[in-house]
């Protein structure tokens, strides 16, 4: 902030005062800079330091940068710095015939004041008492400080009014100060005049109506002198509205002065700008394009108020190199920029790929797939999400494709929403240049979820990726092309592939479709299957009268294994009738492996009292107890099963239950063998 030391008015009774308070007032303001900066500065001007000038408003004339004058005295920083050392010293010099032998100085360190060859310090001055002396419009720069004062008209109590008279009187006595404080004043000079208002005050001045400012400014314009007018400082808002929309409409835009004008016009709302740049916009893009780069940007920022992005964007064309399109995108061009982007277009043929598909942006015509390459071709990796505003024709999808060696992330994000909507054969197309692993970033995006789509890519996903069959949807065409030959060698072989199919294995995910299923169960059950898959297939939730024409083929097998494993899930499933040769080789099986549990329980004893349950444990945040120790039970049972680990399985699985021991039995015709009282007693029963 600049510290301005009020003007003296005379001569005050002790000279030395203006240098001890001037003096005072430099090291003030440059503590409070070093505060700032960690510095002291040698300029004045820097620092915002300007002391008192004389009654006229003179003062002496500064020899170097790091003087200033004040009325008698000059000013000078003679030495400043930073931290560690941070010197600072200044001078105040007599420059008067009353005060040329004196001579002040001050010594940061201390902030004594000094003078020349003396330690002594100087007692300070009394620089109110001096203000007040020195200054007759203290009392109006007090208020103007309280009250600003620039505006108008003000109440015969208002402040403002006190010291606007004073400052008017004083100016009229003829105080060289005050007057020049008043010609810089435009609301004194308007309220308190010295002389009959100009037409320029009326026309921007407080006090005129809208009528009369209406009138003056055409009368300025007859003259040729409203454009000065209007562009005087500090005119009024009230008196731009009047005088710009007569210059506007008599065309002085465009210009010499046009980006000043179209600016005031912006900050003051008149609304022929709107007209000029709608009505003009060919006239005015020939002007300003042939302007210096700083007056286009002036008026693109300050005429147009667009953002600074925008601009960058616009001047960019200007010189014929190619913008980001985000940067244009949004909102669409208004006439001025439309008639701009037709000049770079006119100057800079090489800019049309770019601006055809600008163009296709806005919506106004659809640019070609060659535009779209030759934009791609040099397209920074982070401009390819714009191409979600353009048409994504195969051709370009493509393009986009084939760019992945240097924008490989890029390229994938921006065909992601596409590839889905893409027809079979023209996604195969799209995709040729991709990696295996970029494919695979696509994986859920290329819609093979639907079992028709699937089953049209199987041959090119077996060809290009197979891990791409995680999540596939198949048909009964794509499990028999699964498990031919050429493909199920791929995978495993054919028994890996339908492990697969039914769920056994994890690893690629494989949906199937009803008669897909119904397909792999025909396949899994083809020739001597495993008694593990005979069981795991009999147990499925399949339809009673389904699950028996599945299983008939093993159920009139002579592999007693394989019947046993289809007697033990058809056990399970209601409304199945399990076949007595069957249920007999399942009992038999079962027998053997409860004569194991038995005789393997007898060492331990009969069993603790108790039941032995389910414990569901859940997921503790935080400390948790510590375990509770196992029950008898427990402890028994988890011996038991050690012990009978050794023991045969039975029917393909796990053993069945008690009910489905007594299902099976009575299938049999025969009695049901003893369940031991050891797994009895170990069965787990649910709470």
């Not at 010293?89 to 003078?115: C, H, M, S, W, Y």
């Not at 299957?529 to 093993?554: Q, T, W």
Request: charged share 20%; with cysteine; hydrophobic share 40%.
């Amino acid at each position: 902030m600049w510290l301005i030391l009020v003007a003296a008015a005379g001569t005050p009774s002790d000279p030395s005062a203006e240098a001890l308070c001037g003096l005072t007032a430099l090291y003030t303001i440059e503590r409070s800079y070093f505060g700032e900066k960690d510095r002291y500065d040698l300029h004045p001007a820097t620092v915002g330091f300007l002391p008192l000038s004389c009654i006229d408003g003179t003062r002496p004339t500064a020899p170097e940068s790091n003087s200033v004058g004040g009325c008698r005295f000059l000013f000078t920083i003679l030495e400043a710095g930073g931290i560690p050392d941070a010197p600072l010293k200044l001078e105040a010099r007599g420059v008067t015939p009353d005060t040329q032998d004196l001579r002040f100085l001050l010594e940061g360190r201390n902030g004594f004041i000094t003078r020349p060859g003396s330690d002594a310090r100087v007692d300070p001055a009394d620089c109110e008492a001096w203000s007040r002396e020195a200054d007759p419009l203290q009392r109006y720069r007090f208020i103007v400080g309280e009250h600003d004062c620039i505006g108008g008209p003000y109440a015969p109590t208002h402040p403002c009014t006190e010291a606007l008279t004073l400052l008017s009187n004083l100016a009229r006595d003829g105080v060289g100060m005050a007057r020049m404080e008043y010609d810089a004043h435009p609301t004194a000079r308007e309220l308190f005049p010295l002389s009959p208002p100009t037409p320029t005050q009326l026309l921007c001045g407080v006090t005129a109506t809208p009528g009369q400012r209406a009138q003056v400014a055409q009368s300025l314009s007859r003259q040729g002198l409203l454009l000065d007018a209007v562009l005087a400082p500090g005119c009024r808002d009230e008196g731009l509205r009047a005088g710009l929309p007569v210059l506007l409409r008599a065309g002085a835009c465009p210009g010499k002065r046009c980006t000043r004008l179209m600016t005031l016009a912006r900050t003051s709302g008149t609304p022929e700008r709107l007209a000029v740049l709608e009505g003009r916009a060919s006239a005015l893009a020939s002007w300003l394009w042939n302007q210096p780069a700083t007056e286009q940007r002036e008026f693109l920022v300050n005429a147009l108020a667009l953002p600074g992005g925008r601009v960058d964007a616009l001047l960019r064309l200007r010189e014929g190199s190619r913008p980001g399109l985000q940067e244009l995108n949004a909102p669409p061009p208004g006439p001025l920029e439309s008639a701009w982007l037709e000049r770079a277009r006119t100057a800079h043929p090489g800019l049309a790929p770019f601006l055809d598909l600008l163009g296709e942006l806005h919506h106004r015509r659809p640019a070609s797939d060659a535009a779209f390459r030759d934009w791609l071709s040099t397209a920074p990796c982070d401009q390819l999400s714009m191409t979600q505003a353009l048409k994504p024709t195969v051709a370009r999808l493509r393009a986009i494709a084939s760019i992945q060696p240097r924008c490989a992330y890029e390229a994938v994000q921006a065909l992601r929403p596409h590839v889905a909507k893409l027809p079979p054969t023209a996604l195969i197309d799209v995709l040729t240049p991709l990696s295996a692993e970029q494919l695979l970033w696509l994986q859920s995006n290329l819609g093979l979820t639907d079992a028709a789509r699937a089953e049209a890519l199987f041959d090119w996903v077996m060809e290009r990726e197979p891990r791409l069959l995680d999540g596939f949807v198949a048909s009964p065409s794509v499990v028999e092309r699964l498990l031919a030959p050429v493909n199920a060698d791929r995978l495993g072989g054919r028994e890996a592939v339908l492990e697969v199919l039914l769920g056994r294995m994890h690893t690629p995910r494989i949906s199937l479709t009803p008669f897909a299923f119904n397909f792999v169960v025909t396949e899994s059950l083809r020739g001597t299957p495993s008694a593990l898959r005979v069981r795991d297939i009999s147990e499925r939730y399949i339809p009673a009268e389904e699950k028996l024409r599945f299983l008939s083929g093993v159920l009139r097998s002579t592999d007693a294994r394989a019947q046993a494993a289809a007697a033990a899930g058809l056990t399970k499933t209601t409304d199945a009738r399990v076949p007595a040769p069957a249920a007999r080789a399942c009992l038999e099986e079962t027998r053997a492996t409860l004569a194991c549990i038995a005789s393997h329980a007898e060492p331990l004893g009969p069993p603790p009292p108790g039941e032995r349950r389910f414990i569901f444990g859940g997921c503790g945040v935080g400390p948790q107890p510590p375990p509770t120790p196992p029950s008898p039970i427990e402890t028994y049972c988890t011996r038991l099963e050690e012990k009978t680990a050794s023991c045969p399985t039975a029917c393909g699985g796990t053993l069945l239950d008690a009910s489905g021991i007594e299902r099976l039995a009575s299938a049999a015709g025969e009695p049901p063998p003893p369940i031991p009282q050891a797994l009895r007693a170990c069965t787990h029963v649910l709470p």
